[in-house]
């Protein structure tokens, strides 16, 4: 059976998280290990635990003309390292050069 | 697509004039005021400021005449213009086609040579706001302003349009185009024929759930519970299969009393069910709902 964790274990969950993962990433395809990466990573700042979510810092990323982004990632350094997690989001089109905002959040259930 | 052309003030030091050399994007530069700012920018470090007083300055880039030209830049009002004049226009020559205009009250309008055609509320001092401007020789121009939350978003704050001065256009003039005194940054400039010009500044939120889960088997022994500690899948399965040792896809049909199944496939069969996920199966075989695959592997009965 699954037991109920209580928010400071929570909390504490996600610190780790925070910890090892401050690294951002924009891709044209689907990553793996960092593949089909876009721009250069940016790091974010993250707050303080509370109620077991950490919400971090607004991540800017240089994105260049003609450039199509579909998938985003969390990475633990700002070249190489491990990949934490993506997303497959919405495909952006950038015609003309310019910014990807990332604003991440990390949530233990 | 790559848009047809990008302004970009980059790369030059806090209050450089702004020349053909600076910017070669522009094909020529008129009068006195334009400088590369690093007071404030939407990409970058670096924006266009201009700062006039009682002159004009303008930067023009040419094209093949045509019948229509999309823009879209960014607009930091510092001081309103004392008297009314022209931010961008899409000219044959010196005829102007159609033009965006900012007022001495802070409006914008729109002009269709020398009428105006179009006028929107007021835009704050002290903070950008977005243009994005389609003049069509089809008939229209039509400018969209977004300002505040709106910013960065594809909801304008305003829209406004009106006639276009029938006839093609071979340039594109931006700056402040009358002997005034005023003052503004422009940022994120750019142009094409066709293309609909996005925000520069596309925002996500990124949510990263995590689902750690902290699972652990109770037995009842002597009259007293003892916690086992939390067991993986090769366990559990060995456990109910009666087997020991078995890698989770042999305990599996083992336990299911099939041959060669997929881990997957197995416990479809040992559950009477087809296709359904992990959890799923998992979740059929112990009588729970909504357990992750190990709590719910560790909660069936043998």
């Known amino acids: 059976m699954a037991a109920t964790l209580e928010t400071a274990a929570k909390n504490t969950i996600v610190d780790g998280f925070a910890t090892a993962y401050t690294w951002f990433a924009a891709h044209t395809a689907a990553p793996s290990s960092g593949s089909n990466q876009t721009g250069s990573r940016g790091q974010t700042t993250w707050g303080a635990a509370s109620g077991g979510a950490r919400v971090g810092s607004a991540v800017d990323i240089s994105i260049g003309a003609g450039v199509t982004v579909s998938h985003v990632s969390c990475q633990s350094a700002s070249t190489s390292g491990t990949q934490a997690a993506f997303e497959d989001i919405a495909d952006h089109v950038f015609a003309a050069s310019g910014v990807l905002r990332i604003t991440p959040t990390v949530t233990q259930a | 697509m790559a848009v047809e052309k990008e302004f970009s003030f980059e790369g030059q030091a806090d209050g450089t004039t702004v020349t053909t050399t600076t910017v070669p994007a522009f094909d020529a530069v008129t009068g006195t005021g334009g400088t590369h700012s690093s007071t404030r920018a939407i990409l970058g470090t670096r924006s266009l400021r201009v700062n006039t007083a009682a002159a004009s300055w303008t930067a023009r880039y040419d094209v093949t005449a045509r019948a229509r030209t999309r823009m879209r830049y960014y607009i930091w009002v510092v001081t309103r213009p004392a008297a009314v004049t022209i931010l961008s226009s899409v000219q044959l020559s010196t005829t102007v086609r159609a033009a965006v205009r900012l007022d001495t009250d802070g409006t914008i309008n729109l002009r269709n040579s020398t009428t105006t055609v179009a006028t929107s509320t007021a835009l704050a001092n002290g903070a950008w706001h977005r243009l994005d401007w389609d ?139 087809t296709g359904l996920a992990l959890d799923g199966v998992l979740n059929e075989l112990a009588g729970t709902t909504g357990l992750a695959t190990l709590a719910a592997l560790a909660a069936i009965e043998e």
């Open chain 2, 135 to 273: 003049a069509d020789n089809a008939g229209t121009q039509t400018l969209k302003i977004f300002s505040g939350a709106n910013l960065h978003t594809d909801t304008p704050s305003q829209t406004i349009s009106g006639a276009y001065n029938s006839g093609t256009h071979d340039r594109i003039v931006i700056g402040s185009s009358v002997n005034t005194t005023t003052e503004f940054f422009m940022d994120a400039i750019v142009t094409d024929p066709t293309q609909a010009l996005s925000s520069a500044i596309w925002e996500i939120s990124l949510s990263i759930p995590l689902t750690m889960a902290l699972t652990q088997t109770t037995s009842m022994i002597g009259g007293d519970f003892v916690a086992e500690p939390d067991k993986g899948m090769a366990y559990h399965l060995n456990r109910l299969a009666g087997t020991t040792g078995l890698a989770p896809v042999g305990a599996a049909n083992a336990w299911a009393g099939t041959t060669n199944k997929a881990l997957i496939g197995a416990l479809n069969a040992k559950a009477g069910t």
